[in-house]
């Protein structure tokens, strides 16, 4: 089977898109199937530590608006894939790539949406709605959907009720191994950590000005890089934190491991997910987690991590989450909790992807019969 994987950005760029479709790259072609990926990029990005076993990767130019990513050589490349491709995976479908997905009205195509819903401000909000007019035609024209999260499919159905087209949850993987067998900084004071792409809608300012009800004897460390990276950091300049909230900036996959392995307690305040990668990586660790209160939030809570996580609304003040850190980092050692793992994932993609070139069979196989009995 050869397939191709679109998505509008690809590691070393940051984010849960970009992990998953990496894992999944890597262990679909671990199973045998050739892999290609048809990415974006917004510099010439290549792997730090390249192998001979990785996917072929190709990358094209991308530029972030304030609503999707966009790649016109891209999304044109992908367009205009050939024929010896079996399936092309289109993945997010908040970029310009998403569009590849309309091929399926001449080829297979699995859709992963990665959905959010709407954008996360007024002028956002607003192309999404524009976007949506036509953007149904992306499920309609895939053979398959693959979501990662329950709370995934209920807000597609909701912004897209009636659709059809076969559907399937598959829930994000972890390197649970990889992540356990990393070492932690020494010496390092009681550690809250924030790992992921620093964007408005993560509300990493929220953490920040918790910082300021909390002993001094605690830090927050800041993993990653975004556009709200400078404000974050005048913020906490502003508050006086000092060296108390440390920016790292992005780091390397055995760097971010390290600090997994460090930190006592784990916090994403997002707004919208429609999974949540960092918070599996952290509780895989043994970190204790804090979580808002999303749909996505508490189904990975209820599915995955018990105990080790208490949710707090997302509309909670500086108090609130201050109160929330304490209780975590004093509620000791978190225990080791069942977290799925990549291969899975990708033994379940694969499944998708012969159930729908089962179907493209069946189906060229019956209009042959009904071209014959017409004749």
């Not at 479908?93 to 996360?120: D, E, M």
């Not at 024209?141 to 009636?162: G, K, Q, R, T």
Request: aromatic share 6%.
């Amino acid at each position: 089977m050869r397939v191709a994987l679109v998505t509008p950005a690809f590691p070393p760029s940051i984010g849960g898109v970009e992990d998953h479709v990496a894992q999944l790259a890597t262990h679909l072609s671990a199973t045998g199937i050739d892999v290609e990926v048809f990415s974006g990029s917004r510099r010439a990005e290549i792997p730090q530590t390249p192998h001979a076993r990785d996917p072929l990767v190709h990358r094209y130019r991308a530029w972030r608006t304030t609503a999707v990513s966009v790649s016109p050589r891209l999304l044109i490349r992908t367009m205009h894939l050939d024929k010896t491709f079996d399936i092309v995976h289109v993945h997010s479908y908040h970029a310009s790539s998403a569009l590849a997905a309309l091929t399926g009205l001449r080829r297979p195509v699995v859709f992963t949406p990665h959905f959010h819903g709407s954008g996360h401000t007024r002028s956002t909000s607003m192309l999404h709605t524009l976007y949506r007019k036509f953007s149904r035609a992306l499920f309609t024209s895939s053979a398959a959907v693959i979501c990662v999260s329950d709370a995934e499919l209920e807000l597609v159905h909701a912004y897209f009720p009636d659709l059809d087209t076969d559907t399937t949850v598959i829930p994000n993987g972890v390197d649970a191994t990889t992540v356990r067998a990393a070492v932690p900084y020494p010496d390092e004071s009681a550690t809250l950590l924030f790992h992921g792409r620093l964007e408005p809608y993560k509300r990493v300012d929220r953490i920040i000005e918790a910082m300021v009800e909390l002993p001094d004897t605690i830090q927050l460390v800041v993993v990653g890089d975004g556009s709200a990276r400078n404000a974050l950091a005048a913020n906490s300049a502003r508050l006086g934190l000092g060296d108390r909230v440390r920016f790292p900036g992005r780091l390397d996959t055995p760097g971010v491991h390290r600090w997994l392995k460090t930190a006592d307690v784990s916090i994403s305040l997002s707004e919208h997910e429609a999974f949540g990668i960092a918070p599996l990586e952290s509780a895989a660790a043994g970190s204790r987690i804090i979580l808002s209160d999303i749909p996505a939030h508490r189904e990975i809570v209820r599915r995955f991590l018990g105990a080790e996580a208490v949710l707090i609304p997302p509309t909670a003040g500086a108090t609130s989450i201050a109160r929330a850190i304490v209780r975590q980092l004093s509620a000791g050692l978190a225990d080791e909790v069942f977290l799925p793992e990549w291969t899975s994932v990708a033994a379940a993609t694969a499944d998708v992807y012969r159930r729908v070139l089962e179907r493209a069979v069946a189906g060229r196989s019956g209009e042959s019969r009904r071209g014959v009995s017409s004749d």
